[in-house]
């Protein structure tokens, strides 16, 4: 039986939502061991002047324990 635990981050990118979510999957990888998914939790922009300035998402970040 597996046992897995959640955590949760938040990422940004000045590019998009999709190299947000890249970029946090990416470090979570560097500190947690067997991340197995990820759950879209929240999106939101901030704007400056009028335009998008960066991206950010938070997300919920599923690693299986070790026995």
Request: charged fraction near 30%.
């Amino acid at each position: 039986m597996s046992i897995a635990k959640i955590s949760e981050i938040i990422s940004s990118s000045p590019k998009s939502f999709q190299d947000a979510i890249e970029k946090g999957i990416v470090r979570a990888n560097k500190t947690l061991e067997n991340v197995s998914g990820a759950w879209i939790k929240d999106m939101k922009v901030v704007v400056e002047k009028g335009k998008i300035v960066e991206y950010r998402v938070i997300m919920k970040i599923t690693f299986v324990l070790k026995d």
